[in-house]
Each structure stands twice: as structure tokens, then as C-alpha cells.
């Protein structure tokens, strides 16, 4: 079954404050399936573990090192991420890629320190605008999955998530049209369907990339859509609830449930 899960991104955001004013509020709404996902700073981990150890809330890293251990001033490994609970990792964001020179290959070995010490990758990919105006936006894409998919087997594939985060939508305030992001999810599951058979119809597909509350519904109505990575709006409780709970709507609970 696809995984269902909403992840908020907040980026070099926040605060302890708000550590302390959001968890509260978001306790109780959550539920197993969509799973929500919390990024905070790495300096606030501590903090999220404070407030969701013991609840549905599961929570992650926006980045990690590639390697384990050694003299990388500044970097965290997993080993690290995974004493602290994170459940999952993002990697590759577009502005890990744009601003600090992320490759393909260090994305691949991020994912590959990730599913060695039992933390869920999120690999983000995404075209430019430049890009999708050159008519390259399903080459771009296909170039930044076709590593991922050589390098990893149907297993390790249960722990990778593919965030499809067009970098023209990202903190833009236009999310992409829901039959822009439809064509994009279909290509990505024919795409890995022809690199391993069957996965196409497994993997979890997010969509990031200015989702707000008005919007949020519509951006789910794509059968290809298992969730989304929000930035922004997962910085203020009223909108990530909102989202949430349109995602809650969106996706058939019940029959995920019978599935289970
Ligand atoms: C992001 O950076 O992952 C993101 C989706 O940001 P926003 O929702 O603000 O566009």
C-alpha cells in the first residue's frame, strides 16, 4: 500500500516558541494514515521530541550528511537523526541542490546513509522554470531519478518518497496546476515502472510547492498524489491543519484502512 503522509518543511524557520504553541495544537488531529511529518530545524529536534514522543506525530531532518561520522564541522549524519527519532529525511531539496551545489550522486549516497540506518528518504526533484519553458522538465526529471533507481532494489524502495517539487512553484505562492502535477506523477510512475516493474504503481509521490489551504484539495484530487511537502504554510497551525485535514478528506481512509 502507498504510504500517505503530509511533511512540513520549515526550512531555516521557527523558533522554541514555536515548537510550544504548534504540537499542542496538532496532537490530536493526527492520525496514523495521512502520517504527519514535522522538519523542523535540526537545532529544534530536542524540542519536538519534548512534545511529540508518544503521539502520532512523526518528525525529520530537512538534511543529513553522507557519511556517518568524521571531521565535516557543521553537518549532521543519520546516526545522529536516527538517535533523535527522526522517522524521516529530506534530500536533495531544490535549495539544497541550488545553493549548495548537491549533485545527483552525493542526493544518491544521502538516500543510501538514510536506508542504511533505517531512516525513510524524501529525494526531492523538480525542474526549473527555465527548465519546463525549454520543454526539459521530463528529462531534468528523469535525470535525477535515473540514479536513484539503478542503485536501489524493490527493498529499499519501500523507504524512499519521491517529492515532485516544481522549483517555480517553490515559496512562489502559485502552486502547479492539478493536471500539471497529474502528467508529472504519471511520468515519474511509467518512468520507474520501466527501470524495476511494478514499482511505478508502489512508490509514494508527493507534490511541494506553495500548497496553502485553498488550494490543498485540489492538489490531491490527482490519483497519482500520496501527499504533499509544504514549506510556508506549515510554518502557521491554522493552515498546516487545514491542509492536513483536506488531506484527510482527499484520501479514501477507508479503504486504505481495509488495504492494511
Ligand atoms: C518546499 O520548500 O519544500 C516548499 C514546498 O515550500 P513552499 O510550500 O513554501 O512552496
Redesign the pocket.
Known amino acids: 500500500m502507498r504510504r500517505k503522509l503530509l511533511v512540513a518543511?520549515w526550512?531555516m524557520n521557527g523558533s522554541l516558541d514555536l515548537c510550544r504553541r504548534m504540537f499542542p495544537a496538532l496532537i490530536d488531529v493526527a492520525r496514523t494514515q495521512p502520517e504527519m511529518v514535522i522538519c523542523p530545524p535540526t537545532l529544534h529536534i530536542a524540542e519536538t521530541v519534548r512534545h511529540a514522543s508518544g503521539t502520532r506525530i512523526r518528525w525529520g531532518v530537512q538534511n543529513v550528511s553522507e557519511k556517518a561520522a568524521g571531521a565535516l564541522t557543521g553537518e549532521v549524519s543519520v546516526p545522529m537523526a536516527h538517535e533523535m527519532g527522526c522517522a524521516y529525511a529530506i534530500v536533495g531539496?531544490?535549495?539544497r541542490r541550488a545553493f549548495f551545489g548537491e549533485s545527483d550522486e552525493l542526493v544518491a549516497d544521502k538516500v543510501q546513509a538514510c536506508l542504511f540506518h533505517h531512516i525513510t528518504a524524501i529525494a526531492?526533484v523538480g525542474e526549473t522554470l527555465a527548465e519546463r519553458q525549454a520543454g526539459q522538465a521530463f528529462s531534468v526529471l528523469a535525470r535525477q531519478l535515473r540514479l536513484l533507481l539503478e542503485r536501489f532494489d524493490d527493498e529499499a524502495w519501500r523507504h524512499i518518497v519521491i517529492?515532485y517539487?516544481p522549483v517555480w512553484?517553490?515559496?512562489?505562492g502559485e502552486s502547479a496546476q492539478p493536471e500539471q502535477i497529474g502528467q508529472v506523477m504519471r511520468f515519474i510512475r511509467h518512468f520507474a515502472d520501466a527501470a524495476r516493474p511494478g514499482l511505478g504503481q508502489s512508490m509514494s509521490l508527493l507534490y511541494?510547492?506553495?500548497?496553502r489551504p485553498d488550494c490543498a484539495e485540489h492538489v490531491f484530487q490527482s490519483e497519482d498524489v500520496d501527499g504533499a511537502?509544504?514549506?510556508?504554510?506549515?510554518l502557521d497551525v491554522e493552515s498546516w491543519l487545514a491542509i492536513y485535514q483536506a488531506a484527510c478528506r482527499s484520501f479514501d481512509l477507508d479503504s486504505l484502512q481495509q488495504a492494511a
Do not use: D, F, P, R
Not at 169 to 172: E, K, N, S
Open positions: 518543511n526550512k531539496h531544490s535549495e526531492c517529492a517539487e512553484a517553490i515559496g512562489t511541494g510547492g506553495s500548497v511537502l509544504v514549506g510556508g504554510a506549515s
